[in-house]
Nanobody, 125 residues
Framework: QVELVESGGGLVPTGGSLTLSCAAS????????MGWFRQPPGKEREFVAA????????VYTDPVKGRFTISRDNSESMVFLQMNSLKSEDTAIYYC??????????????????WGQGTQVTVSS
């Protein structure tokens, strides 16, 4: 069992920055692909970024490339999402998610077994 708790969301002006954190507890964090997803108002949940267990592969959705950076600290069982140059279309609830141990990369939400409760990010114009 893995528990995930996100933090760091809030209200930020267009062009601003935020860093989201995800604290994981439970088994085998360092063996899991970790992902960030978001759900904009009135829309489906969508993939944002993912990072491999050994940090050698990071994947981003096109709209956030060059603006967002995913990272992890296996010693602290933490995953981060640094978000720069925020736009109004980044407004969403952001979720941290974990795959089963040693599972490969996926951008499909259904492939992630564990989820946090979400943190709201609002970008004001």
């Amino acid at each position: 069992q893995v528990e995930l708790v996100e933090s760091g969301g809030g209200l930020v002006p267009t062009g601003g920055s935020l860093t989201l954190s995800c604290a994981a507890s439970g088994r085998a964090f360092s063996n899991r692909y970790m992902g960030w997803f978001r759900q904009p108002p009135g829309k489906e949940r969508e993939f944002v970024a993912a990072i491999s267990w050994n940090d050698d592969n990071k994947v981003y959705t096109d709209p956030v490339k060059g603006r967002f950076t995913i990272s992890r600290d296996n010693s602290e069982s933490m995953v981060f999402l640094q978000m720069n140059s925020l736009k109004s279309e980044d407004t969403a609830i952001y979720y941290c998610a974990a795959r089963r141990s040693f599972s490969p990369f996926s951008r499909n939400a259904g492939d992630y077994r564990y989820w946090g409760q979400g943190t709201q990010v609002t970008v004001s114009s």
